[in-house]
């Protein structure tokens, strides 16, 4: 029986270590992101945000072929930004 029970608390304690890690790395990766989007939401022009907003609340999934920062009027149809390669 103690053979068991020592056998449960390492395995236990092996798997608390391996989340400890993986929570100190997600910790890591949101601060990260955190800070890009506050540079990103400071490099947007207020058309773009608006325009960022509205796709929000539609619903729609925000156009990923619009490099960061990039100034486009919010009538321009993304598709003719999708040529260009940044």
């Given at each position: 029986?103690?053979?068991?029970?020592?056998?449960?608390?390492?395995?236990?304690?092996?798997?608390?270590?391996?989340?400890?890690?993986?929570?100190?790395?997600?910790?890591?990766?949101?601060?990260?992101?955190?800070?890009?989007?506050?540079?990103?939401?400071?490099?947007?022009?207020?058309?773009?945000l608006a325009q960022f907003?509205?796709?929000?609340?539609?619903?729609?999934?925000?156009?990923?072929?619009?490099?960061?920062?990039?100034?486009?009027?919010?009538?321009?149809?993304?598709?003719?930004?999708?040529?260009?390669?940044?």
């Amino acid at each position: 029986m103690d053979l068991v029970k020592s056998h449960l608390m390492y395995a236990v304690r092996e798997e608390v270590e391996v989340l400890k890690e993986q929570i100190k790395e997600l910790i890591e990766k949101n601060s990260q992101l955190e800070q890009e989007n506050s540079l990103l939401k400071t490099l947007a022009s207020p058309e773009q945000l608006a325009q960022f907003q509205a796709q929000l609340q539609t619903g729609s999934p925000p156009a990923s072929s619009q490099p960061p920062g990039a100034s486009q009027p919010p009538a321009q149809p993304v598709s003719q930004a999708s040529g260009s390669t940044a």
